[in-house]
């Protein structure tokens, strides 16, 4: 029982999220359920209400801000779209705006209705954000201090004390204080929250050393490319170079120059190629580059361009220069060969290269 109330309690309150929405939007959503529940339903009942207390005016003015209350959250849910969200939150706002004035001004039952007014600040902070709802507040106050201060109260229609009056405005103002200090520490914990995580992606898809993306950050797009490759029947090559003697160059000038060579190197090869192919770290002293709409030949063109830029350039580190050669083995990807073997047709060629000597380009 308690399990089914509280299923259904969830369903109306995630009533128009979305996966297409960011989660403070979906958070949004949500807070305009709840407050449809909560504030169209007590308008509803206060509607009743001053019906039997033969309140005309006022239970008309009830029933039509709790049918507006409801009107919000069925446009949300019937157009789950952030503008539709954005609307129905701003109708929401401006009609509880209107009838918490209205409140004040009518005096609701037995004066009690600019009690209602404390809940402005923080629906409209939350629904509105740091920046609208303070905005929204600020209007909210000088209409009420207009309403509330006007010569022999003339738009009123009853009577307040001029104690209750400016008590009444000085405590509305701390709360619209207090809920804009909320709300502008909530947005600022979201945003930080925001590139933390930004920052661990990546971190997650990108090799610390040289900043080139990592294994499993090129798995990711051999898969899109390949897809593109089937769509299209056009091939894509890789190329896969390893560092010649990378342990000897560790063991002469130290493993620092050895994280210095492989930094230039990656910022070597990338700006070698183009701007649409892609160069990772696929391992140690390994890098794989990944060039979308080439052939097989025009692969082997580019390897050859920077296995000679890479000899023909030594690395520089603290005035010595370090000598160093690549081997590189291709492969190209067509819609009749697999991601995984043109990988392994890759290093099996790379191997060769080692093989007959380094330094060297092997394609066929
Ligand atoms: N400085 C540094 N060294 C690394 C890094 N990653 C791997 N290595 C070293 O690279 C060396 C690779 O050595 P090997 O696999 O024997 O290959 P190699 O010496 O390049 O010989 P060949 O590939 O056969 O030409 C190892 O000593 C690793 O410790 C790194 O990030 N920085």
Excluded at 20 to 36: C, I, P
Aim: contains cysteine; hydrophobic residues 45%; glycine residues 6%.
């Amino acid at each position: 029982m308690f399990a089914l109330l509280g299923q259904l309690a969830r369903r109306y309150a995630k009533a128009g999220c979305s996966d297409h929405f960011d989660e403070d939007t979906n958070r949004r959503v949500v807070v305009v359920n709840l407050f449809v529940f909560i504030g169209g339903g007590i308008t509803l009942v206060l509607g009743i209400r001053a019906i039997m207390g033969d309140d005309n005016h006022l239970a008309i003015s009830l029933f039509i801000a709790s049918l507006l209350f409801f009107s919000t959250r069925w446009l949300q849910i019937l157009k789950p779209t952030r503008f539709y969200q954005t609307v129905s939150s701003t109708i929401l706002q401006c009609c509880l705006m209107v009838l918490t004035l209205y409140l004040v001004i009518a005096g609701g039952n037995n004066n009690t209705g600019p009690l209602w007014i404390y809940l402005v600040p923080p629906v409209c902070m939350f629904l509105g954000g740091f920046k609208y709802g303070l905005i929204a507040n600020l209007i909210y106050t000088a209409i009420l201090a207009i309403i509330l201060f006007a010569p022999s109260e003339m738009l009123l229609l009853t009577s307040y004390s001029f104690e209750f009056k400016t008590r009444l405005l000085y405590s509305f103002m701390t709360i619209i204080f207090l809920s804009a200090f909320y709300e502008y520490s909530r947005e600022q914990s979201y945003s930080a929250v925001g590139q933390l995580r930004d920052e661990f992606e990546r971190q997650a898809l990108h090799d610390q050393l040289t900043k080139l993306p990592n294994r499993r950050n090129l798995n990711e797009q051999l898969k899109h490319e390949y897809q593109r490759t089937l769509r299209e029947k056009e091939p894509f090559s890789l190329l896969l170079a390893d560092v010649d003697f990378f342990k000897r160059i560790n063991d002469d000038f130290g493993h620092d120059a050895g994280d210095e060579v492989l930094l230039i190197l990656a910022q070597r090869f990338k700006q070698a190629v183009r701007n649409q192919d892609l160069v990772s770290r696929w391992g140690g002293e390994e890098f794989l580059f990944l060039l979308p709409q080439t052939s097989l030949q025009q692969a082997a063109e580019v390897a050859e361009k920077v296995r000679l830029q890479t000899v023909n350039e030594p690395v520089w580190q603290n005035q010595r220069p370090i000598p160093v050669t690549i081997s590189i083995g291709v492969a190209e990807v067509n819609p009749n060969t697999s991601i995984d073997d043109a990988i392994n047709l890759a290093d099996k060629r790379l191997y060769i290269a080692k093989q007959d000597g380094r330094n060297r380009v092997i394609w066929q």
